[in-house]
């Protein structure tokens, strides 16, 4: 694995990898979303769009269906920036 660079958006990512691990979920989706919005064009951008993208799968297998759909169409929504 390569180590990357430690900046301000790579940490946010970090942050965002340890809430989801610790099931909070609801902070983990919106820095992910912060990321994909704001910086779109780095690779943190990339790896929380495929982070949310599994999450959608992993809530609809767990029965939480509305919330994978919410998700799915803000991932689809245009950033408003």
Do not use: N
């Not at 942050?15 to 910086?39: N, P, T």
């Not at 998700?71 to 920036?81: K, V």
């Amino acid at each position: 694995m390569v180590e990357r660079e430690v900046t301000p958006v790579s940490t946010m990512l970090k942050i965002a990898e340890s809430w989801q691990k610790c099931g909070k979920l609801h902070q983990a989706i919106d820095m992910y979303f912060r990321l994909k919005e704001h910086f779109p064009e780095t690779d943190e951008a990339s790896e929380s769009e495929e982070r949310l993208l599994s999450l959608t799968q992993e809530l609809t297998e767990k029965g939480k269906v509305y919330r994978a759909i919410g998700i799915s169409e803000r991932l689809l929504t245009p950033s408003r920036l």
